[in-house]
C-alpha cells in the first residue's frame, strides 16, 4: 500500500459525459501527479499540482482539467468523453515540488466509456 | 524529447533462471531513473532510483544498475511471485518533475 489513495477504482459511462476522479495523497506530499495508462500508450503524464498549483502539463486535452484543493486531495475532471478516453487513470504523490523526488503511485480508477 | 525504449517486451523465464531487463534512454540531462514493478490493473509499486552512472542498487532478487545510455534490472534466481510488469522512467532536468515512462517488459516466472 503506496498511502496514496484514488476513487472510484472502476467508472463506466457513455460518450459525452462527464466524470470525476479523485486522489489523496500520501501523509505530508505537497505534489500530485496524474498519468493515463492505455494499451497503445503506455503510461502518459497529463499534469501536476505542487500546494494547490498547477506545476506542469504534459499531453492533457482541452476536455481535461484539474485542480488540487486546501486540503491537498486532487480532482482530475473528464468531459465530453470519447471512446478513446477509456484507460486506467492514475495519481502520484511526492514530497517535493522542483527537487528530487520518488513518485508513489495510487491503485488506480478504470474508466470505461461506452 | 526524452524517450525511453525497454527490451525485451515479454520475457518467459523458468523458476531459478536468472536474466536481465534493459532500459535505454536519451534525455537532456538525467535528473533520475525509476524502476517500478506493476502487477495486472494495479498502480506502479516503486523499486529503485537511480541518479548517476555507476550506481547499483538491490532488493531481494532485484539489482538495478545505470550507465550513461541505459539501466539494467538484473533478476537473480526468479520466483513466480517476481511475474510482473516491470517499468522504466526517467526524469529530466528540464522537464520539471514529470517522469517518461518506456513500454515496460512483462515477466512471466514458471514454476
Known amino acids: 500500500d503506496s498511502g496514496v489513495t484514488q476513487t472510484p477504482k472502476h467508472l463506466i459511462t457513455a460518450t459525452g459525459q462527464r466524470v470525476t476522479l479523485r486522489c489523496s495523497p500520501r501523509?505530508?506530499?505537497?505534489?500530485v501527479y496524474w498519468y493515463q495508462q492505455s494499451l497503445d500508450q503506455g503510461l502518459q503524464f497529463l499534469i501536476q499540482?505542487?500546494?494547490?498549483?498547477?506545476?506542469a502539463k504534459g499531453n492533457i486535452l482541452e476536455r481535461f482539467s484539474a485542480q488540487q484543493f486546501p486540503d491537498l486531495h486532487s480532482e482530475l475532471n473528464l468531459s465530453s468523453l470519447e471512446l478513446g478516453d477509456s484507460a486506467l487513470y492514475f495519481c502520484?504523490?511526492?514530497?517535493?515540488?522542483?527537487?528530487?523526488?520518488?513518485?508513489?503511485f495510487g491503485p488506480g480508477t478504470r474508466l470505461t466509456v461506452l | 524529447e526524452d524517450q525511453v525504449t525497454q527490451s525485451p517486451e515479454a520475457l518467459r523465464l523458468q523458476e531459478g533462471e536468472s536474466s536481465s531487463l534493459n532500459c535505454s534512454y536519451t534525455?537532456?540531462?538525467?535528473?533520475?531513473l525509476f524502476w517500478y514493478r506493476q502487477d495486472p490493473g494495479k498502480g506502479p509499486e516503486f523499486l529503485f532510483t537511480?541518479?548517476?552512472a555507476g550506481e547499483e542498487k538491490e532488493k531481494e532478487r532485484l539489482k538495478a544498475t545505470l550507465t550513461k545510455k541505459e539501466s539494467f534490472l538484473h533478476i537473480t534466481a526468479p520466483k513466480p511471485e517476481d511475474s510482473a510488469t516491470y517499468l522504466c522512467?526517467?526524469?529530466?532536468?528540464?522537464?520539471?518533475?514529470?517522469?517518461?515512462f518506456g513500454g515496460g517488459t512483462r515477466v512471466l516466472v514458471k514454476p
Open positions: 502520484a504523490s511526492s514530497k517535493e515540488g522542483t527537487g528530487y523526488g520518488t513518485q508513489y
Open positions: 501523509s505530508g506530499d505537497l505534489s
Open positions: 499540482y505542487y500546494n494547490g498549483e498547477e506545476r
Open positions: 534525455v537532456s540531462g538525467l535528473r533520475g
Open positions: 537511480l541518479y548517476s
Open positions: 522512467a526517467v526524469q529530466a532536468s528540464a522537464a520539471g518533475n514529470k517522469l517518461t
